[in-house]
């Protein structure tokens, strides 16, 4: 295994680990790994595992889709600029469950929000599919998703302009921020399936986006199939980022930035940025959540507020720092 | 042997016959520099006859699948990309895609052919050098290596040569001509039509769709062919140092 891999793996786990020792519940990091692994039933075995246990996996499991899916859909469009919200998938996602929650399905059932936005993802890359066409250009992709994600954003302005009731109103742009609070196992069952998928067929991309670095003419002459790697990266990121925006909301910049920051630690290869962005993302998020208890525990900070918070200046910095190396 | 084989072949874009009735066969050891005009189709014919663009009648390669065409046809495209600031030698293994599964490391035999490919086109110096911060002659350099680490019986190149100065140049000929003592053959299409005169076995003159001409240089360079198809005059002479042909002034 390679140094980066070593370093990434350690951070992940120590951050794993991290998240799961904090929160409201006061106990000794033994008592909570003693509960979580041995189980008493007492209360702090709940906590451990109904409360503690599926923040931490779901950020592992969001934070690696969106930095997998950013590094596919960067590798695919051959732009250091692409993210995973491109294709309209989360803009789609988002509509659905505002939708769910204006018309008081979330509230009535349990499985109508997730549902609801995995509905809306699907409908978004079926449209964006059909625009696009199935062996189109890159451009195509490009302008089919935005015109999907400017199309969902008006939407779900409309629902929130048209929302008779404020509470409903704020529930919604809270719920937009994207936060990984109070989620359960349920969250992680309905996420995990589809996320394994998507993932599965991301992962299988590295030497076709490793090829595409000489173009997609060079590409195709060295026998790589560009309609099923077109295929694969949208389907693969239409899995990983409708799942995570179904459980946590829309949560910005991860897909972006991880990409951006690995890219220099894997020699620029596409295909290699694939593993290093997974667990880079998976980090992030798992970082964000922490600093989302410990800075202002008392106030519900948004995840989706924090990555952006941390997401933009570090952006900013490696951008300059691209433009003084001239790469 | 037949590395490629067109036989009735012609390619329709937006509803324009672009070449049509192209009939052309390339055995091993010939250098065969595809020539003409602007728009005469030498692009056209090179990409379609890979099957990377809708096509009727019957091209060899194109019949192929994917990844055994790339193992009997490596393509180098006029536009050189290059995506991501990657090394060099990581860009020219790029060349061994077609010989390596997925998610397979290359092997050592693999790692032998991108060293010769580096060898041929002089770039031992550079393969620690980031490929986008390369000179553009440099990156046509580097992207030709490529092409030859993919070590396959065919290349096709297209203007490979353009860019570059006059030794590197006449470096790229000559190891094109060094594959065809190889029993390779290379399919290149070229606008300095002294240099296709003087370094290629065979020539064959695009022009209007058709082949005007194919042929040893001597035989398709001749004053009426020429005006033909480039509307210039020129001047051809066996010399004791090879064939000289110098474009004279547009008719």
């Known amino acids: 295994m390679s140094r980066l891999a070593l370093i990434l793996w350690a951070t992940v786990t120590a951050l794993f ?18 509960a979580l692994f041995a189980g008493d039933g007492g209360p702090m075995t709940v906590v451990m ?14 934070g690696g889709s969106l930095g997998l899916a950013g590094a596919a859909m960067q590798g695919y469009l051959r732009n250091p600029l692409a993210d995973p919200g491109l294709i309209g998938v989360s803009g789609s996602a988002a509509l659905g469950a505002v939708v769910s929650i204006q018309t008081g399905l979330a509230a009535a059932f349990f499985f109508a929000l997730p549902i609801m936005a995995l509905s809306g993802a699907l409908m978004g890359v079926l449209l964006v599919l059909l625009l696009a066409g199935p062996r189109g250009s890159s451009l195509a992709l490009i302008l ?24 409903a109103a704020s529930e919604i742009v809270f719920w937009m921020m994207g936060s990984l609070a109070d989620r359960s196992m349920l969250h992680v069952w309905i996420s995990l399936p589809l996320i394994v998928l998507g993932a599965g067929l991301l992962a299988t991309l590295a030497r076709g986006l490793d090829a595409l670095t000489l173009g997609e003419d060079a590409a195709e002459a060295m026998g790589i199939n560009l ?57 992030m998020i798992l970082a964000s959540d922490i600093l989302v208890r410990v800075v202002i525990p008392e106030r519900d900070l948004k995840l989706g507020v924090v990555t952006a918070l941390v997401g933009a200046p570090l952006f900013l910095h490696l951008i300059y720092r691209t433009r003084k190396s001239g790469l | ?137 440099e990156q ?86 020429i005006k033909a198809a480039f509307g210039i005059s020129a001047h051809l002479e066996d010399t004791p140092k090879g064939l000289i042909f110098q474009p004279l002034e547009v008719l």
């Open chain 1, 17 to 34: 680990t991290v998240s799961l020792l904090i929160g409201p519940a006061e106990a000794t990091i033994g008592q909570s790994l003693w």
């Open chain 2, 140 to 225: 046509a350099r580097v992207l030709i290596a490529r092409s030859l680490a993919q070590e396959a019986p065919l290349l096709m190149a297209d203007e490979p040569t353009a860019g570059l100065d006059p030794a590197h140049q006449i470096a790229t000929m000559q190891s094109f001509a060094a594959l065809a003592t190889e029993g390779k053959s290379v399919l290149v299409s070229l606008h300095d039509l002294g240099m296709a005169a003087r370094h290629c076995t065979r020539l064959v003159i695009l022009s209007k769709g058709g082949i005007a001409a194919d042929g040893p240089a001597r035989e398709v360079l001749t004053p009426d062919l």
């Open chain 1, 227 to 283: 309609t099923r790697l077109r295929l694969s990266v949208i389907l693969g990121t239409a899995a990983v980022v409708g799942a995570s925006t179904a459980v946590a909301g829309a949560i910005g910049f991860v897909g972006l930035v991880i990409p951006h920051l690995l890219r220099g630690f894997v020699q620029a290869r596409p295909g290699a940025l694939l593993w290093a962005s997974t667990l880079g993302g998976a980090g």
């Open chain 2, 1 to 137: 042997m037949t590395l490629l084989c067109l036989k009735d072949f012609s390619v329709r874009r937006g509803g324009k016959d672009v070449l049509r009735g192209i009939n052309l066969s390339i055995d091993a050891g010939e250098v065969v520099g595809l020539i003409g005009p602007n728009g005469a189709g030498k692009t056209t014919l090179m990409r379609a006859a890979l099957g990377l663009l809708p096509w009727d009648g019957f091209s060899s390669l194109a019949a192929m699948p994917a990844r055994e065409r790339g193992r009997n046809a490596a393509w180098m495209p006029q536009a050189r990309e290059i995506a991501w600031p990657v090394c060099v030698e990581t860009l020219i293994r790029l060349g061994r895609t077609p010989y390596v599964g997925a998610g397979r490391k290359l092997t050592d035999a693999d790692h032998r052919a991108v060293d010769r490919a580096i060898g041929r086109m002089d770039l031992e110096d550079y393969r620690r050098r980031i490929a986008t911060q390369l000179s553009g002659g």
């Open chain 1, 49 to 62: 595992r109904e409360i503690r246990l599926p923040r931490a996996v779901l950020a592992v499991l969001i």
């Open chain 1, 144 to 167: 089919a998703g935005i015109a999907i994600s400017a199309f969902a954003g008006a939407l779900t302005s409309l629902v929130l302009n048209l929302s008779p009731n404020p509470y």
